[in-house]
């Protein structure tokens, strides 16, 4: 239980961390939830997976993962706006998965 807590919790920081450039830019609030809770939701997997790879690896091979289906409908009306995600994906996914890693081990 202690495990799922502490990936919750980082999760939790995950998406905050995600959520400052978004309000900044202003983008809607249904987008920034959106963005909050998948990150909350990939803590979670990641506390709970035992896939055997180091946790930034794991953590960037979920993250993506369960970007996809929202990436799929993102770039079918903005291509462009993949960048920026995939690339904070890319940094919060595997500091995720660091830090979920060092913290529960």
Same mark, same amino acid.
């Given at each position: 239980?202690?495990?799922?807590?502490? /990936?919750?919790?980082? /999760?939790?920081?995950?998406?905050?961390?995600?959520?400052?450039?978004?309000?900044?830019?202003?983008?809607?609030?249904?987008?920034?939830?959106?963005?909050?809770?998948?990150?909350?939701v990939?803590?979670?997997?990641?506390?709970?997976?035992?896939?055997?790879?180091?946790?930034?690896?794991?953590?960037?091979?979920?993250?993506?993962?369960?970007?996809?289906?929202?990436?799929?409908?993102?770039?079918?009306?903005?291509?462009?706006s993949?960048?920026?995600?995939?690339?904070?994906t890319?940094?919060?996914?595997?500091?995720?998965?660091?830090?979920?890693?060092?913290?529960?081990?």
């Open positions: 239980m202690k495990r799922i807590l502490k /990936g919750i919790l980082l /999760g939790t920081v995950a998406g905050i961390l995600d959520m400052i450039p978004m309000i900044i830019q202003g983008l809607t609030w249904d987008a920034n939830l959106s963005a909050f809770s998948m990150w909350v990939i803590g979670f997997i990641l506390s709970v997976s035992y896939i055997k790879l180091p946790g930034a690896v794991k953590g960037i091979l979920i993250s993506f993962l369960v970007l996809l289906p929202s990436a799929i409908l993102i770039g079918w009306n903005e291509p462009v993949l960048v920026p995600i995939s690339g904070m890319l940094v919060l996914g595997g500091f995720l998965g660091f830090a979920i890693e060092k913290t529960t081990i």
